[in-house]
């Protein structure tokens, strides 16, 4: 059963026999349905799920997102850009996902953080179901979620583009999750990663 991260909750990325050496990092979003007087037109929805890669110090390594879709370490591969959401309705599965191969994450590489955008600036608020997930291995269905982020029920998100989801870090040799959850008023990509790094780290 997954957990329901709540901000601040940290997150060991262990099972009880053995350390993960992969997850995946889902998120996942409707399309907008807007209602007139001729009937209804769907909006389609543009987020975009990153990972910025940093070191002890803070300092911006590499990062994955729609448009650099592996990193120069080929241990993070981004699936593809989806810029329509779930048309039809929430499917339950993930519209973009993020692998991370923990055990090839070069050992210069601290923290990773997780963040999304609102490509096309439409406010968290007004998106349905937008939620991302962390899978143990592959982001199959709802089967192999042991955590996930609910975005779309947080009024603390109106107003906002741009979000930092959590910190994927090292801690005495193995991997944890750091839920952080916080909307901000960043605009773009590197804005939003500028900010995690100044307020975060």
Request: with cysteine; aromatic share 8%.
């Amino acid at each position: 059963m997954a957990i329901n991260l709540s901000k601040g909750q940290r997150l060991s990325l262990e099972k009880e026999d053995s350390p993960l050496t992969r997850i995946e990092l889902g998120a996942n979003w409707g399309a907008i349905t807007k209602k007139g007087l001729f009937g209804s037109r769907t909006q389609a929805v543009d987020l975009d799920a990153s990972v910025g890669l940093f070191d002890e110090a803070g300092k911006l390594l590499d990062k994955v997102y729609f448009g650099k879709q592996k990193s120069k370490c080929r241990s993070i591969l981004h699936s593809g850009d989806d810029r329509v959401g779930d048309t039809g309705g929430d499917d339950g599965e993930d519209n973009e996902v993020i692998t991370v191969e923990l055990g090839q994450v070069p050992d210069n590489v601290h923290h990773m953080a997780l963040v999304l955008n609102s490509f096309n600036h439409i406010d968290f608020e007004k998106i349905p179901h937008a939620s991302v997930r962390i899978h143990d291995g592959k982001a199959t269905g709802n089967a192999s979620v042991f955590a996930q982020f609910d975005v779309s029920n947080d009024a603390s998100f109106s107003g906002k583009v741009s979000m930092i989801l959590g910190d994927v870090y090292r801690h005495n040799g193995s991997w944890k999750f750091r839920s952080i959850g916080e909307a901000i008023g960043a605009r773009d990509l590197n804005a939003t990663l500028s900010a995690f790094a100044e307020q975060y780290l």
